[in-house]
């Protein structure tokens, strides 16, 4: 964590207009610190727009980004933000795309050695330090795109449809990964997902979006605790709300 940072988010009345095009209209939600808030949304109503307006990549055209109440301008450390193709340097092994971070901002030789090591572990990726991005699977990619993020130790996570791309069986392990994984690190959590199933897997609380212009048209909380693993899919109450929320999706 960095010192002082408790990391909650919030987004206040952004606006983003691209020319005439209105993107996202009067956005407001709050990521509470540790937790995993998950935001929903058909395709093309502007979640990726959101994720970068609010790591700073893109200004809004009205609106405010806040952390723990103070107005952000641009990137920062505080926010770190898995996009939705991965960040992996192409040209780089995984042990130097882990340590890349770290060295950029300047720790010692060992500590980057300790944090790159940790995170190998914790991908499960041990045996792929010297791998190319293009050797690995696309399930260990994006293990090592949300890994080599949380190199940095950012209190703030931006995770955008991290799991997209993958298969239902690797989606689930990943689900499973990634809760033990922030289990031990705990961190702010913003999840971009179209997925019903993933948001509620994943998230402590869910924000629905409407169709473009993005605005929010519900925020609830997800009731199954915090360990819940894939076994609550058989839970008739999971059930439900995954029936309702996809409901309420289809008419957004
Ligand atoms: N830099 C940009 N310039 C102009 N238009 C943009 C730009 N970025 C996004 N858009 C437009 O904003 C709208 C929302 O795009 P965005 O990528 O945020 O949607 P999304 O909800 O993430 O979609 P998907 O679910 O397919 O990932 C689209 O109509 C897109 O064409
Ligand atoms: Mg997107």
């Not at 993107?23 to 109503?45: E, F, N, T, Y």
């Not at 040209?91 to 940790?118: C, I, K, Y």
């Not at 913003?190 to 997925?195: C, E, P, S």
């Amino acid at each position: 964590m960095v010192a002082g940072v408790t990391g909650v988010l919030e987004a206040s009345g952004l606006t983003k207009a691209f020319g005439e095009l209105l993107v996202l209209d009067g956005v407001d939600l709050q990521a509470r610190a540790g937790q995993v808030l998950s935001v929903l949304g058909p395709s093309g109503c502007g979640k990726s727009t959101l994720l970068r307006v609010l790591a700073g990549f893109e200004e809004p055209t009205s609106g405010a980004v806040l952390l723990d109440g103070v107005r952000l301008t641009g990137p920062s450390p505080d926010r770190g933000m898995v996009a939705q193709a991965g960040g992996l340097f192409p040209w780089l092994t995984l042990r130097d795309n882990l340590a890349f971070g770290p060295v950029a901002s300047r720790r010692s030789p060992a500590q980057v050695a300790a944090v790159v090591d940790e995170l190998l572990t914790a991908t499960g990726l041990d045996g792929f330090a010297d791998a190319l991005p293009k050797q690995l699977s696309g399930g260990m990619r994006q293990r090592a795109s949300i890994a080599q993020v949380l190199a940095n130790r950012p209190p703030v996570l931006l995770l955008d449809e991290p799991f997209g791309a993958l298969d239902a069986q690797t989606r689930l392990r990943m689900h499973e990964w990634l809760r033990a994984l922030l289990a031990e690190r705990p961190t702010t959590v913003l999840l971009v997902t179209h997925d019903v199933e993933e948001a509620l897997l994943l998230g402590d609380r869910l924000c629905l979006l409407s169709g473009r212009p993005a605005k929010i048209v519900e925020e609830l909380p997800v009731p199954f605790g915090v360990h819940r693993g894939r076994g609550v899919l058989a839970d008739p109450d999971f059930v439900r709300l995954k029936a309702a929320v996809l409901e309420r999706v289809l008419a957004a």
